[in-house]
C-alpha cells in the first residue's frame, strides 16, 4: 500500500469510519423505525441549535475566513450524532447510538477537521451547494425506495451482505460529507461516491471506501431509483 501526503486541516475530506459488515441481532432489525424514534426526537432538536449556529457561523466565516473555534466543535459533534443515527437506521450497525456527545468505542465514526474556508466559496455556498444537494436527494431517496428490501435481507440473513454494505456505505459518506459542507465545517467539495483508489493505508472498512463491482452498480441503482421516486412525487403533485 502506498501512504498518500497528510492533507493540513481544513483540506481533509469528511471521513467515515464503520466497522462492518458484522451480524446484527434480528429482533433490533425487525424493530428498527421503533427503536430509533428517541434518537430521530433529540437529533430533531439538536439540529434547531445546528442551523442557528451554522447561520451566526456564515457571518463569523465570512469575516475571519473560518468558523469560530465554537461553533466548529458544536457543529462538528452534531454532524457525528446526526451521522450515527442515520447509520443505525441505514442498517450500516447494530450498535444503538448513544446519548452521549462524544462516546468512545462506537462502531459509527466521523472524523472531521474544520480549518480555513475561502470567503467566496462561503458567501456563495447555497448556490453552490445546489448540485451535491440534487446528488444527496437522489441516493437517499432512492436507498429509502429500495429499503423494504433491503431490511428484509438484513432480517433473513442477519447481517448486510459485503456489496449492499458498501453500496450503503456510499450513500451515507456522501450525505454526511455534503452535511459538513452545508454547515461550512470543511472546504472540501463532496466527491469519490463510487469509493475511492484503495491506494491509502488503511484505517476501517470504510476508509478507504472501496466499492466493488456489484457495490458500484447499487450506487447506480439508488440514483436510479430516486430519479424515479422523485418524478413519482412530481406527479402526484400535479394531480
Known amino acids: 500500500m502506498v501512504t498518500t501526503a497528510t492533507p493540513t486541516a481544513g483540506e481533509w475530506p469528511p471521513a467515515l469510519d464503520v466497522d462492518g459488515p458484522g451480524p446484527q ?32 457561523g456564515w457571518f463569523a466565516a465570512l469575516a475571519l475566513g473560518r468558523l469560530p473555534a465554537w461553533a466548529a466543535e458544536y457543529l462538528s459533534g452534531y454532524l457525528a450524532w446526526s451521522t450515527r443515527v442515520s447509520a443505525y437506521g441505514y442498517l450500516l450497525s447494530d450498535a444503538y447510538p448513544p446519548f452521549r456527545w462524544t462516546p468512545s468505542g462506537h462502531p459509527v465514526r466521523v472524523d472531521v477537521r474544520p480549518g480555513r474556508l475561502n470567503r467566496l466559496a462561503v458567501l456563495f455556498r447555497i448556490v453552490l451547494m445546489i448540485p451535491a444537494a440534487i446528488v444527496s436527494n437522489l441516493l437517499t431517496t ?46 472540501v467539495y463532496p466527491k469519490h461516491l463510487f469509493g475511492d483508489q484503495g491506494t491509502e493505508v488503511r484505517l476501517s472498512p470504510t476508509r478507504p471506501l472501496v466499492l466493488g463491482g456489484t457495490a458500484r452498480n447499487l450506487v447506480g441503482l439508488f440514483i436510479l431509483l430516486g430519479v424515479v421516486g422523485f418524478l413519482l412525487q412530481a406527479m402526484a403533485r400535479m394531480q
Do not use: D, H, K
Open 25 to 56: 441481532s434480528r429482533v433490533t432489525v425487525l424493530l428498527r423505525l421503533i427503536l430509533m424514534i428517541p434518537q430521530i426526537v433529540v437529533v430533531w432538536l439538536l439540529s434547531i441549535a445546528a442551523y442557528v449556529v451554522a447561520f451566526i
Open 142 to 187: 432512492g436507498w429509502r425506495v429500495a429499503a423494504i428490501v433491503i431490511w428484509l435481507v438484513v432480517l433473513v440473513r442477519g447481517g448486510m451482505p459485503q456489496p449492499l454494505f458498501e453500496a450503503t456505505a456510499a450513500v451515507q459518506r456522501y450525505s454526511m460529507r455534503f452535511q459538513a459542507y452545508v454547515l461550512m465545517l470543511t472546504p
